[in-house]
């Protein structure tokens, strides 16, 4: 689920891999590790870089929704 969203967020943005890697302030392999799925409990920090990078929130990220829209 992590690594669709990821995916579908930067296409959605329409930016690569690589850069997404940059303004996320992480290496180009850790994203293509989280993305493949080969990575499925990346670290907060990370999250949190990824998230910033894309301009949503966490709980965005990790597909959760708060109580109104569950």
């Not at 967020?9 to 690589?18: A, G, Y």
């Not at 992480?26 to 293509?32: G, K, V």
């Not at 910033?52 to 109104?68: F, P, Q, T, W, Y």
Request: cysteine-free; charged content about 30%; glycine content about 4%.
């Amino acid at each position: 689920m992590l690594a669709q969203t990821i995916k579908e967020l930067r296409k959605k943005h329409k930016i690569s891999q690589e850069e997404l890697a940059k303004q996320a302030g992480i290496t180009y392999s850790t994203l293509i590790k989280i993305e493949s799925g080969a990575n499925d409990n990346p670290t907060i920090k990370t999250m949190k870089k990824i998230a910033d990078a894309l301009d949503v929130s966490l709980d965005k990220l990790v597909g959760r929704r708060n109580k109104n829209n569950a």
